[in-house]
């Protein structure tokens, strides 16, 4: 075989050779290979549960989570069921301060505290100096209208703040001397010598002398079962510690004037005042001033029991 024909046998092969190298190389690239699946194919299981060719099986779906069927989806949160963050921010509590008058002390300062509190309308007893029940609950009123820890117990904050709405009380404050009921006309039975003037009408007893009243208290009278007795009587008998023996009652500066009738200091109603009564007694609530005037009266001055 010449030179010139074996030449061109291997072009031809070669050429062939080529033009199917080419071939195989795009069908591959089209993955039209009879071998190789569809292109689209590629990222899908060829059965159901089998993870996608080429995947680790520890790497992490990039598909939504269904926020509805996810076992791992919270609760929902109950308006009513308290939590820990705090709702606002928190007020520090008062707290009382030691107690510098309490229920059941008595003295000057006790004087002093019930005369205040009556000046801006909180006591509305005698003031006696004691310390009980309705001391209390005026204190314990005054306590929750100024916002402080209601105790009934008076410490510097409740004293403090009770002086600066007051003023210092007077002699007559201290001593109940000032009056709440009018008194009525004199009875003319009234106006000649010494009298202890009675007058139901308006709950009141004057110490006259000569026609000139020297002294003003007010008056409680026996209720309808004892009432006290009209008219015009002489005192006969004075005790200044009595105690009843009927009643077993304390009637501090007693002045009796008809049978078991007297007039004295009565506790009751220094403490509850016309909401009680006596049993037929002349009940007066002011102890400095009945003490006074059981020192004036003598036995055989004159007593008028009279409607105004």
């Avoid at 820990?84 to 004087?111: K, N, R």
């Avoid at 002489?234 to 007693?254: C, E, I, W």
């Avoid at 001055?301 to 409607?307: A, M, S």
Wanted: charged share 20%; net charge negative; proline share 8%.
């Amino acid at each position: 075989m010449s030179f010139a024909r074996r030449f061109t046998i291997v072009t031809v092969v070669a050429a062939l050779l080529c033009a199917l190298a080419y071939g195989v190389g795009w069908a591959s690239q089209a993955g039209s290979l009879p071998w190789q699946g569809p292109v689209d194919d590629a990222s899908t299981p060829a059965q159901a549960g089998e993870d996608p060719p080429g995947v680790p099986e520890d790497l992490p779906t990039t598909e939504p989570v269904d926020e509805a069927t996810d076992d791992r989806s919270e609760e929902p949160s109950n308006p009513d069921q308290p939590t820990d963050e705090p709702e606002g921010p928190t007020v520090p509590e008062l707290t009382p301060g030691p107690a510098l008058i309490a229920p059941g002390d008595s003295g000057d300062e006790v004087h002093e505290l019930q005369a205040r509190l009556a000046q801006i309308d909180w006591f509305n007893a005698d003031v006696t100096g004691y310390y009980g029940d309705v001391t209390t609950e005026a204190v314990r009123g005054f306590q929750a209208k100024r916002e402080i820890p209601v105790t009934g117990e008076v410490d510097r904050r409740t004293l403090d703040r009770l002086h600066s709405m007051t003023n210092e009380p007077t002699p007559a404050e201290l001593t109940n001397q000032t009056t709440t009921n009018a008194p009525g006309a004199l009875d003319p039975r009234c106006l000649d010598g010494r009298v202890i003037c009675v007058d139901k009408t308006s709950n009141t007893l004057r110490w006259v002398v000569d026609g000139e009243v020297l002294k003003t208290m007010d008056a409680r009278f026996g209720g309808s079962a004892t009432p006290t007795r009209e008219g015009e009587f002489s005192v006969f008998q004075k005790s200044r510690d009595h105690v009843s023996s009927l009643y077993d009652t304390s009637m501090p500066f007693a002045m009796f004037f008809s049978n078991g009738q007297a007039v004295h200091y009565s506790p009751d109603f220094a403490s509850v005042g016309y909401d009680g009564a006596s049993h037929g007694c002349v009940n007066t609530r002011d102890y400095d001033g009945v003490a006074w005037l059981y020192d004036q009266v003598q036995i055989g001055d004159t007593v008028v029991v009279y409607w105004s």
